[in-house]
């Protein structure tokens, strides 16, 4: 087990991120929405500007310099998310706009071509919308069924319900790596054994692990992988999916246009290798090299020790409270991580989202985008604090002095 | 513990008395005009009933969860509308409107009680949240019957 930060370690790692030093409403930032978006560090802002500053031009084109750097500046991207995830080569790596886009990837291009009447789609009670809709729409286009492994009451997943559901007739099992509005991490290696005991293939939705926890997409047997790097420090609007090669290399484009293309006549065109079969247009080449320097960041600084300050931030939280009276947590499974969601007796999330933003504490109060999560559970909204590499005991303090005006506001 | 001021502005006692004792909740008996309100960010879900004759509102009410600041001004909605024309209702909205969006200075002191809004502008997020119900009633009394939004 590693072990946390130090608080000389943890002071030097906030100091690499400018946007934790300002005040809110006179009151020093307290930054609890990790996951919705973490910050960035400098390293990742240098990264971006100096691509602008000093080596920008179109990818994969120029025969210039120029045209070359920026080139090798994206694809340190795909090559760190190789490292991150351990896969096996880097164009099994596509650069996309993020987890969402690489989930609608799938569900798209190799959903159209595997999935017909009747077949089914099998994910879980606790994902995210992204994890949902692109297999509606897909269902609904095919004719095929979405089916759904149900949670417990602390929000586990009852794996042995969703063993019962993978049939004949499932062609993919998606599931969240872990919960982005409960916190629970899901046993996705068991659930990769299980399916392909059926040969049926599983795509992770690693959103919400990639920041907190080593992934190793050999070790855990999975089809495909997807991750948006704004949740991993980097910058918004690029994440990669991973997939096998021979999956990649069957699955017919799915956006047409530029740099997909290998030749082009209007009687018919024929498709670049993989990747860039699935990259039609000029990418978010800044993304690139921002996210190539986000893995670099939390390579240094250890994803097992991040993920183990983060284990001890939320014991802290959770203890904390336990003192507010009405207060009921949302997401109690015994393996979960990085997120504390919870409700309060008659006073809506909002309004202690509100209230907590006046002490500088900004959390999440909403759905957080897993409707079907709250209905689970029987309410609209929780108050979600959620937390990152840079937060601090002082952080959670901040979020019991803040919960504490609520209780007295609302009296 | 010294509370911001803003703070205790917007959640002053007339609000939370109305959050915790909403005025006119559930759909009175006769009613003619439906409408549902939802913000989709949030989830809120309000529902406003009216019961029309001689385009003048004779009974009210609302259904509905939501924040406090939703349910108070739905509440207050409810008192200030009853007995009102639809030509009134819609002037008072826009005041309303204008009220809580910070567009206009006046000091509430014609829009009576629901005055105590007032402190919403200075919370942007939460502007949609106080005006929920009246996009309800408007399209209630337009009898569209169409869900309105606020996104």
């Known amino acids: ?411 | 513990m010294s509370m911001d001021p803003e703070l205790r502005d917007l959640y002053q006692t007339m609000i939370l008395d109305h959050y915790k004792k909403p005025r006119h909740y559930g759909r009175p008996a006769g009613a003619d005009r439906e409408a549902e309100g939802v913000n989709p960010l949030c989830g809120d879900e309000i529902h406003v009933y009216a019961k029309l004759v001689n385009d003048r509102i004779e009974e009210i009410g609302f259904e509905g969860s939501g924040c406090a600041i939703s349910t108070a001004a739905a509440s207050l909605m409810t008192d200030a509308v009853k007995g009102l024309t639809t030509g009134e209702v819609e002037a008072l909205i826009e005041r309303f409107h204008d009220l809580v969006t910070g567009q206009s200075h006046e000091s509430g002191s014609e829009l009576g009680k629901l005055a105590v809004l007032a402190g919403v502008r200075e919370f942007p997020a939460r502007v949609k949240c106080a005006t929920l119900a009246w996009h309800a009633l408007r399209a209630a009394l337009e009898g569209t019957g169409e869900p309105v939004s606020t996104e």
């Not at chain 1, 790596?177 to 005991?197: C, D, F, K, M, R």
């Open chain 1, 1 to 411: 087990m590693s072990l946390p930060f130090t608080d000389v370690e943890l002071a030097r790692l906030r100091a690499d991120f400018p946007i934790l030093d300002q005040k809110v409403r006179g009151k020093p930032l307290v930054y609890l929405d990790s996951a919705a978006s973490t910050q960035k560090p400098r390293a990742v802002i240098d990264a971006v500007a100096r691509l602008y500053a000093e080596d920008y031009a179109n990818v994969h084109r120029g025969v210039y310099q120029l045209g070359e750097r920026a080139t090798r500046a994206f694809e340190a991207g795909r090559e760190a998310t190789r490292r991150l995830l351990h896969a096996p080569e880097a164009r099994e790596v596509l650069l996309l706009r993020g987890a969402t886009e690489a989930i609608n990837l799938v569900a798209q291009s190799w959903g159209r071509r595997h999935v017909g009447a009747g077949d089914e789609i099998l994910i879980t009670a606790m994902e995210h919308h992204s994890n949902i809709v692109p297999w509606q729409m897909l269902c609904e286009e095919r004719g095929a069924r979405l089916v759904v492994a149900p949670i417990d009451d602390d929000g586990s997943l009852l794996l042995d319900e969703l063993a019962r559901r993978i049939g004949p007739r499932t062609r993919l099992v998606s599931v969240a790596h872990v919960s982005n509005a409960l916190g629970t991490v899901n046993p996705v290696q068991e659930i990769v054994e299980l399916a392909h005991a059926q040969g049926v293939p599983v795509l992770i939705d690693g959103a919400q692990a990639v920041a907190r926890m080593p992934v190793d997409v050999q070790a855990l047997g999975c089809d495909f992988y997807a991750f948006s790097a704004h949740k991993l420090y980097g910058p918004s609007g690029i994440g990669a999916l991973w997939g096998r090669a021979e999956l990649l290399e069957a699955m017919p484009p799915w956006q047409g246009g530029g740099e997909m293309i290998e030749t082009v006549h209007f009687e018919k065109s024929t498709y670049a290798e993989i990747p860039h079969k699935f990259e039609a247009g000029t990418p978010h080449i800044a993304g690139g090299a921002g996210l190539a320097a986000a893995i670099g960041y939390v390579e240094a600084a250890g994803v097992e020790r991040i993920g183990a300050h983060e284990d001890v931030l939320l014991a802290l939280a959770t203890e904390a409270v336990r003192e507010v009276p009405g207060l009921r947590l949302i997401g109690t499974a015994p393996h979960k991580v990085g997120v504390l969601s919870f409700v309060i007796d008659g006073i809506h999330a909002h309004d202690v989202g509100t209230i907590l933003d006046r002490e500088g504490v900004a959390v999440r109060a909403g759905h957080h985008c897993a409707q079907p999560v709250m209905q689970r559970f029987g309410v609209p909204a929780t108050v979600r604090a959620s937390f990152g590499l840079y937060n601090s005991r002082e952080d959670v303090d901040a979020l019991r002095r803040g919960l504490r005006t609520v209780i007295e506001v609302f009296q």
